[in-house]
């Protein structure tokens, strides 16, 4: 019999099951389940010896991702005690908070078993509808956050990390943060090599910790009127090429006079002097998160050079940005 690695076999093997949600996102789901597949040997052959998946619905019908593409399950709801983990991918909101009931009731059913449930983007969403979310700390999008807090004040919001492990229920940002969850995860079950050995394999150096700051907007301000909340979404989307004033009144189809006088009553502000402020503490945020060149950092929020730069954000927050890395 040949001898095996040292690798193997670290700790018994680790199963999972997988359920989607309608319209579930394809990034979370295959990060997640390509470490695990990268973790089951020690080549890239998918062979289910340290891992064990499996993709079940409530039928055999093919689901429908957030792009369009669909993914068929393999086999009906088996009894959740077969698994360590029950994960369930979210995507689009709306159809994550009213569609498959089925779902929910295999989340319900799982929890009953004692069964770790990991939810995936909006799949902490689903976990919430199961009734498994009431008093827990619940990672979520920043760009869902309002959505939770506003309408479920049981839980508790967590948008300022990739993801939370409160003991028998793991949830995530979503996105490629999912392939940091499973190097955990795998790590827990399986040992560093193997975690190590997958996240290398899909080209990050190791899983980056649970408390990492989720990269997040550029402004959380929140306004009432419709066409200051557009013009703020554009303003977001578009800080490498900042937009005139004219440009955008353009796209929300109303006069330049008329918007900014609507942005005024909002903010406080004229546009362009609320749009340097988002831009510029996109670049503060920048600084103190990631340790990208400050050259970088200056195109990404849409000025012309460092140097530029450097004396819009001297004037704004009174230090030089290489001050908000000493």
């Not at 080549?43 to 055999?60: E, F, K, Y």
């Not at 939770?148 to 979503?174: K, M, N, S, W």
């Amino acid at each position: 019999m040949p001898k095996q690695s040292s690798l193997y076999k670290i700790s018994p093997s680790l199963s999972v099951g997988f359920v989607l949600m309608p319209s579930f996102t394809l990034l979370p789901f295959s990060a997640f389940i390509d470490a695990l597949r990268l973790a089951a040997d020690e080549g890239d052959q998918s062979q289910q010896i340290n891992c064990r998946w499996t993709l079940m619905g409530p039928n055999l019908d093919a689901i429908s991702s957030s792009s369009g593409v669909q993914i068929k399950p393999w086999e009906s709801y088996r009894n959740p005690v077969e698994f360590d983990y029950i994960v369930v991918v979210g995507g689009l909101l709306q159809k994550t908070l009213h569609g498959s009931q089925h779902v929910i009731d295999y989340l319900q059913q799982a929890n009953r078993a004692h069964v770790p449930i990991i939810g995936l983007c909006t799949g902490s969403f689903a976990m919430i509808r199961a009734g498994l979310m009431h008093q827990r700390r619940c990672c979520v999008s920043w760009f869902h956050y309002k959505d939770l807090a506003e309408h479920y004040h049981d839980v508790i919001p967590v948008a300022e990390q990739l993801f939370v492990d409160d003991g028998d229920r793991i949830t995530c940002a979503g996105g490629a943060v999912a392939a940091d969850l499973a190097g955990y995860i795998i790590e827990r079950h399986l040992g560093q090599s193997w975690a190590r050995k997958s996240l290398r394999i899909l080209q990050m150096d190791s899983p980056r910790p649970a408390n990492a700051p989720q990269p997040q907007p550029a402004s959380d301000y929140q306004v009432k009127n419709k066409s200051v909340a557009r013009a703020l979404l554009l303003l977001e989307q578009n800080l490498s090429r900042p937009l005139s004033t004219d440009e955008i009144a353009d796209r929300l189809n109303i006069s330049k006079r008329q918007l900014e006088r609507l942005f005024i009553a909002e903010t406080g502000d004229s546009l362009q002097k609320f749009y340097r402020k988002i831009r510029l503490n996109y670049g503060l945020w920048l600084l103190q998160n990631t340790q990208r060149l400050i050259t970088d950092i200056a195109q990404e929020t849409g000025f012309s050079d460092t140097a530029h730069f450097s004396r819009a954000f001297r004037a704004a927050f009174d230090k030089k940005p290489t001050q908000c890395r000493e």
